[in-house]
């Protein structure tokens, strides 16, 4: 028996291309999430067929090694300084929180406050 819930709307079938979508919002949305879905799919399989195909080629292997040792050596001092300054602000980050940890233990060593 079939449930009368699950009724298929046969306007649904027989519209035109052309005429608006706005009758069936629920079904553009669906349709849409799939072609969403299938589209994602097929990017995500060619990249990884195309990505698995260079990586096995060693000369692209050299040829990414060789550019990134290439930007590496024209941007070094940039690297040097960006690299200096995270060390130093990872440093003063650990400095204030060992300062912000002396506090609390400082503050819950005082003594019970009376909280009613």
Sequence with gaps: ???????????????SPTEPVGESPRIDRVAKGI???????????????????????PLFVFGVGMLAGYYASKY????????????????????RQKEHLKEFVAECQEGPEDTH
């Design 76 to 95: 070094r001092k940039e690297i040097l300084s960006v690299s200096r300054q995270a060390a130093r602000q990872g440093s003063d980050f650990v400095a």
């Design 35 to 57: 072609a969403t879905g299938v589209a994602a799919s097929l990017i995500v399989q060619t990249g990884k067929s195309a990505a698995g195909t260079l990586v096995k080629n």
């Design 1 to 15: 028996m079939r449930n009368p819930s699950h009724k298929i709307d046969r306007n649904l079938m027989t519209r």
